[in-house]
């Protein structure tokens, strides 16, 4: 058992201080200090960085089931379907990610037109 205690402080030890500066900036927007306690950026720090593991574990999961070994973003569409608020902003990054693929891409092409 004290293997397993060891071994999960040392997997957090890596992944510590993922978010720092995003979260500070979060916090002082919600309300907070413009520079909160060290000790509550780390504590949502883990708080996120478990969250993503777990999506990632969760989408993993799902293709696998279906005998996937890639995982698509469809298998987080799937992992998050019982919230819809965050499946519903999901999908509204997608689409927002494609106007601007899109809009990039006439850009692009614009130059190369006029030459």
């Known amino acids: 058992m004290a293997t397993d205690a060891s071994a999960t402080r040392t997997r957090r030890s890596r992944r510590q201080n993922l978010f720092v500066k995003e979260l500070r900036t979060l916090m002082y ?59 519903g902003r999901v999908e509204e990054l997608l689409v927002m990610s494609k106007v601007i693929a899109d809009a990039r891409k006439q850009f692009d092409d614009k130059p190369e037109a006029e030459k």
């Open 29 to 87: 927007a919600y309300g907070d200090d413009p520079d909160p306690l060290p000790e509550s950026v780390q504590v949502l720090d883990e708080i996120v960085t478990e969250y993503i593991v777990d999506m990632c574990h969760d989408a993993a999961r799902m293709a696998s089931q279906a005998r996937r070994n890639k995982i698509k973003v469809d298998d987080f569409k799937f992992a998050l379907r019982h919230d819809p608020r965050k499946l």
